[in-house]
């Protein structure tokens, strides 16, 4: 059973994100945006957006610290345990409280606008489900574990395990023991990056870089009059019937 769940599910997942990535690509390439609906409702999404980005990202930067950072490297650099606990614990905590935050508003926000629900897809639907559980699962882990309860290292656990999965040497006994609600976020977190090709998230990979060397869009003046628009085709056909019809 701990072959199945903490090796080959893992590697199943990431082979739905390398595929699933690649066949969207060739399938729905004009899919392959944000889906954006803020000329629907601006209001919430301007601040429930940056709320969620910057949570997000530091989230992301605090998960990539305690997994692919083993802990002689941060205590070679003069970083203790306890420092690195701390900055962790309370780093991630804010952190999460912010992508919490823009997480809910984005919900509520598909909920009360009813231009935004009709445009809502089921995708969007799953999609949001999984953040709110993939969320939950860890603050709970780092508030409720971490913070309020008596801690667990899981960098000596679960880190281990997740880098043995790109050097193709997976430890799966390493996460027999780990708390329930680590090991439900870890198996969250690949369900997840299988769920990712599919989902409007495809958009992270289409960062707008060509903006910074794209020319400048240059407008002029028009100078005199506004020329006289074109006679529209009913118009044409109604002056022309009177000479068809004196012919006649």
Known sequence: MNTLVWIV??????????AGHVWRWRRDQFGWTTHTSQLLENRLLRLGSPLF????????GGHAMGLLVPSWVTEAAGISEHLYHVTAVWGGTITG??????LA?????????GRVRRVTTTMDKVLYAALAAMVTLGMVSTVGVNLLGDGYDYRETIAVWFRGIFWLRPEPELM????LVYQLHALGGFLFLALWP???LVHV????LAYLWRPYVVYRRRR???PTPPPVPAEVRDRALPAVSGRR
Do not use: D
């Open 205 to 208: 990979w289409s960062a707008p």
């Open 198 to 200: 599919f989902t409007r």
């Open 224 to 226: 005199g009059g506004v």
């Open 176 to 179: 027999s023991g780990a708390p």
């Open 105 to 113: 508003l984005l919900i509520a926000r598909r909920f009360v606008s």
């Open 9 to 18: 599910l893992p590697y199943l997942c990431l082979a739905v994100f390398a």
């Open 97 to 102: 409280v912010a992508l919490v935050t823009g």
């Open 53 to 60: 980005h910057l949570g997000a990202f530091g989230v992301i």
